[in-house]
């Protein structure tokens, strides 16, 4: 775009897109070496699809575990790591996200202020089957926020409606898991409510934008959408924005970081990507493809990895539920739990549905004989001792749920006509599998046998296998369960160490950086590790807010 000098109506050194992880702690290293940042943001709210997490950051070989007598090593790091990336992978991204993490969580818990503290006994997702693997030690929460901290901003923030808020990740454990949520502390729980303590995604949040926004007095813009950026001799200097109903034009004398998120609620470019016939989000409705929009008018190149194992799961809309005016999408975990599997259209288990690395790229799987995917969609059937036992999303045991959201049926076979199944498979389906929960193993999938899924979706007062119970006591309840992404897309842009965006020549866009899921996710290739999604965002922003800056 040509752009004439003293029209501007803002000028600073770096402008952030988006308030996530990447783009607040872009921010923060600007401020701090003492150039102007700004953050600009589409929603209504600050913490993008950060501030919607569980907050866990995945740093093998961090600075706690020496502390906490905790051995680990960068070789074992990086060798689980390569495992996840299965040769999808670019190698220097990889090593630099695992090297630059353990840095930069350093420095944002010594010059931030960020409190971290290790989840206890929390193992790696493929451990201990996989290469480098870890028991405990490798992820990273915070300690709880107090939100009258964030001052004028405390209201100004999300809070996720997908994590309990006022808890951390050892207590959820110790009180049982999500299996186990009538026996919370809830005298302990509510209190923290009251108090707005925050854990999880919001309490991480909440810790970096203190830091930015009123230890750095950083400014933040709310409902600022970024529509365009401005190029001068090939070079980004500056993005026009929309605000209050008219243009801003931002001057950004060192750079522009994307940190707007992937493209969850873009109405095509899941389709072309993601390898389902349909895509909803976890997200805010704001995560819309903005990074390909602003990089694509100036040339940045696009970048893909296998979409088959990433880090989406399978859920449903909740009838009347929304956020920030869009329906909003809740992940289920619900398949794991005792009393309850999945069965593909014909009727059949597929997966070990407590370990959604497993059903993952089996819901993908294609018949090119039939040229349809047999296992999608999948539908989620349970009996009335779930009911009795567990919770459903929001719905408490002995709740009633609506009948737009699940399916009701005295018998299995009347259950499967309902969900138009094949009666016959559903029944010698469930019956096979209530072997297998007498015995407490699962000859077929497996269910059951990773440490990470018996602590996420297990039902530990079980002894035999905790991600086993028969479906065997009347009514019979199903669910069709629909994608649902939690922004962590298989393409985005295609940058460097420094988080620099390259054109579609090959050479860094001068001026330009994407940080978290706005960039390609070739650091971790084709696989996927709860936490690390926010390690991305939190590496990004502090390669890209030095680099801007001149720090390296």
Not at 269 to 282: A, D, G, T
Not at 323 to 342: M, Q, T, V
Not at 406 to 422: F, N
Not at 461 to 472: A, E, F, Q
Request: hydrophobic share 40%; aromatic share 12%.
């Amino acid at each position: 775009m040509a752009f004439k000098f003293g029209k501007w109506d803002l000028e600073v050194d770096v402008v952030s897109i988006g308030s996530g992880l990447g783009g607040v702690a872009a921010a923060i290293q600007v401020q701090d070496a003492g150039k102007r940042a700004l953050i600009v943001e589409k929603a209504s709210r600050l913490g993008g699809v950060s501030g919607y997490s569980g907050g866990e950051v995945f740093v093998p070989n961090n600075h706690l575990q020496a502390a906490a007598g905790i051995s680990d090593s960068r070789e074992a790091g990086l060798a689980y790591l390569k495992f996840l990336g299965a040769g999808y992978q670019v190698a220097e991204l990889q090593e630099s996200l695992l090297d630059r993490g353990v840095e930069a969580c350093r420095w944002f818990g010594e010059h931030a202020g960020v409190r971290w503290k290790l989840i206890k006994d929390f193992p790696d997702y493929h451990y201990p089957k996989a290469p480098g693997t870890a028991a405990t030690g490798r992820y990273l929460e915070v300690e709880l926020f107090k939100g009258s901290d964030l001052g004028e901003w405390q209201k100004k923030v999300f809070l996720s409606p997908h994590v309990p808020n006022g808890i951390i990740h050892d207590e959820l454990f110790a009180w049982g898991g999500f299996t186990n949520v009538m026996n919370w502390d809830f005298v302990t729980f509510g209190k923290r409510m009251s108090q707005d303590l925050r854990g999880f995604g919001p309490g991480m949040m909440a810790y970096f934008l203190k830091a930015a926004l009123i230890d750095r007095k950083i400014p933040a813009k709310l409902s600022t959408a970024a529509r365009e950026l401005v190029v001068e001799d090939g070079e980004v200097v500056g993005v026009r924005c929309h605000e209050n109903g008219k243009d801003l034009m931002v001057r950004a004398r060192r750079g522009v970081v994307l940190g707007t998120g992937g493209y969850d609620w873009h109405p095509d470019l899941p389709k072309y990507f993601e390898q389902l016939p349909e895509w909803n989000s976890m997200c805010q409705p704001s995560v819309a493809g903005d990074n390909f929009l602003l990089g694509g008018e100036v040339g940045a190149a696009i970048a893909a990895v296998p979409p088959t194992n990433l880090g989406h799961f399978f859920g449903y809309n909740i009838p009347g539920e929304e956020h920030e005016g869009k329906p909003l999408w809740r992940g289920s975990w619900d398949g794991g739990f005792p009393h309850a599997l999945w069965v593909n259209p014909q009727g059949q288990r597929f997966c070990d549905e407590s370990f959604y690395r497993d059903y993952l790229p089996r819901v993908r799987a294609w018949d090119g004989i039939s040229q349809t995917q047999p296992n999608f969609p999948p539908t989620l059937i349970f009996d009335s001792q779930f009911r009795e036992k567990y919770p459903l999303s929001t719905f408490m045991p002995g709740q009633e749920i609506p009948e737009a959201l699940v399916a009701r049926a005295p018998t299995l076979r009347e259950l499967a006509d309902k969900l138009a199944l094949d009666g016959d498979a559903v029944e010698k389906t469930v019956a096979r599998f209530n072997q297998f929960a007498e015995a407490g193993v699962d000859h077929d999938f497996g269910r059951g046998t990773y440490p990470w899924a018996a602590m996420m979706t297990g039902d530990r007062r079980r002894p035999k296998n905790p991600n086993l119970g028969p479906l065997d006591k009347p009514p019979f309840y199903g669910i069709r369960l629909r994608p649902v992404s939690a922004g962590i897309n298989c393409a985005g842009l295609r940058v460097n160490v420094n988080a620099q965006v390259f054109s579609v020549r090959g050479q860094p866009i001068k001026g330009l950086y994407a940080v978290g899921n706005a960039a390609a996710p070739l650091d971790i290739g084709a696989g996927y590790q709860s936490g690390l999604s926010n390690l991305r965002g939190l590496v990004g922003g502090y390669q890209a807010g030095r680099h801007a800056t001149g720090k390296l």
